[in-house]
C-alpha cells in the first residue's frame, strides 16, 4: 500500500489507487461504499458490516489502518464529498440532488462535461493496453460482446462495426435468458469482451466471472481499478464516464469503442475490405439504403 495519506486528498481517489492491496473484506467495504455513497455516510459501521458480511471491528482497523482515528472520522470524509462526486449513486439520487447552473445554459453545461471527459480520457489513455485490446480481438477465434443497459448502446456500436471487419462476432442479448449457452461452444482461442460502468450490471459481471472461472480471455471497458472487471480482465481500457446531470455519459466509451475499430481495421485491412465489398453487394441488391430518385418532383 502506498504512503500516501488519505486524509490529504480524494478518499476515493486513495481507494482506487490501493484497491488491489486491500484484503477480500476491505475490497467489499469499498465497493459498499462507492456504490451506496448517498446511504453509507449516514449509517453506523455494524450495518455496513452486515451488509458485506464482515465484523464492524473489520472496519474500525481499516479507517485507522489508513490514517483516521477512528471509523465517525472516515465517515466524515465521505459525506464532504457527497456532494462534490456523485459518480457512483444511483440516477434517481443524482436526480435529487441536480442543481441548476446559475447563469449558465444546461446545453453548453452538459457539452462541456462531455469535452472535459474526453480530454481526461485522451490525457490518461494508455495506447499499449488499446493495442493488446485491439490484438486480442484480431487473434481470437470468436468474440463474443456483453453489456446492458446503459452500456448497450456502446456494446451494440462495437459490435455492429466489428462484423464487418472480423467473422465470428457476436453481441449477446438475454430476451430468451440464454446468455450462459453459448459457453457450450466456446474455449479458450475465443474471447469476451464486457463492458459496464456505474452502477454495474450484475448480468454483466456475473458472465465476466463465469468466463474467468472457465480460463477464457477477459478483455474489458469500465470506469475505474475498482470495477468488479478490472481483476478479472487480462486488459482492461477506463473511461469518464460523469454527465452533467443524473446519468452516465457514454461519449468516452463511444470514444473508446471507436479508437478500438480503427485499429483492428488498421491490423486487419484486406480482410475489411474484402467483407464490406461483399456487404456493400447485399446492401445494394436489397436496396437497404435509402437513395432519392432523381428526377422532377411532383406537387
Given at each position: ?27 467489499r467495504f469499498v465497493r459498499y461504499i462507492l456504490s451506496n455513497k448517498y446511504e453509507a455516510p449516514f449509517l453506523p459501521a455494524y450495518e455496513i458490516a ?250
Amino acid at each position: 500500500m502506498s504512503n500516501e495519506n488519505p486524509k490529504e486528498k480524494n478518499i476515493f481517489k486513495y481507494f482506487e489507487n490501493n484497491f488491489k492491496h486491500f484484503t477480500a473484506t476491505q475490497k467489499r467495504f469499498v465497493r459498499y461504499i462507492l456504490s451506496n455513497k448517498y446511504e453509507a455516510p449516514f449509517l453506523p459501521a455494524y450495518e455496513i458490516a452486515k451488509e458485506i458480511n464482515a465484523d464492524s471491528s473489520t472496519l474500525v482497523r481499516f479507517a485507522k489502518s489508513i490514517g483516521y482515528k477512528g471509523y465517525p472520522e472516515l465517515q466524515r470524509d465521505f459525506g464532504k464529498l457527497i456532494i462534490d462526486e456523485i459518480r457512483y449513486s444511483g440516477q434517481l439520487e443524482k436526480a435529487k440532488h441536480f442543481k441548476e447552473p446559475k447563469g449558465k445554459n444546461i446545453v453548453r453545461v452538459s457539452l462541456n462535461k462531455a469535452y472535459r471527459n474526453i480530454v481526461e480520457l485522451l490525457d490518461n489513455i494508455d495506447e499499449e493496453n488499446i493495442s493488446l485490446f485491439s490484438e486480442a480481438i484480431c487473434s481470437s477465434r470468436k468474440k463474443i460482446i456483453i453489456a446492458s443497459r446503459s452500456s448497450y448502446s456502446t456494446g451494440h456500436f462495437l459490435y455492429f462495426e466489428l462484423k464487418k471487419i472480423l467473422p465470428n462476432v457476436q453481441f449477446l442479448s438475454d430476451y430468451d435468458h440464454g446468455f450462459y449457452d453459448v459457453f457450450e461452444d466456446l474455449n479458450q482461442q475465443d474471447l469476451i469482451i464486457a463492458i459496464s460502468v456505474p452502477r454495474y450490471t450484475k448480468i454483466t459481471i456475473d458472465f465476466a466471472q463465469y468466463a474467468a472461472q472457465r480460463k477464457l480471455m477477459l478483455v474489458s471497458i469500465t470506469d475505474s481499478r475498482i470495477s468488479p472487471l478490472f481483476p478479472l480482465s487480462s486488459v482492461c481500457l477506463f473511461a469518464p464516464t460523469q454527465s452533467a446531470t443524473f446519468h452516465n455519459s457514454n461519449v468516452t466509451l463511444m470514444a473508446l469503442a471507436d479508437a478500438i475499430i480503427a485499429q483492428v481495421f488498421y491490423k486487419k485491412r484486406k480482410t475489411a475490405i474484402k467483407r464490406l465489398e461483399r456487404e456493400e453487394k447485399i446492401l445494394k441488391d436489397q436496396i437497404v439504403i435509402y437513395c432519392e430518385k432523381r428526377g422532377k418532383i411532383k406537387y
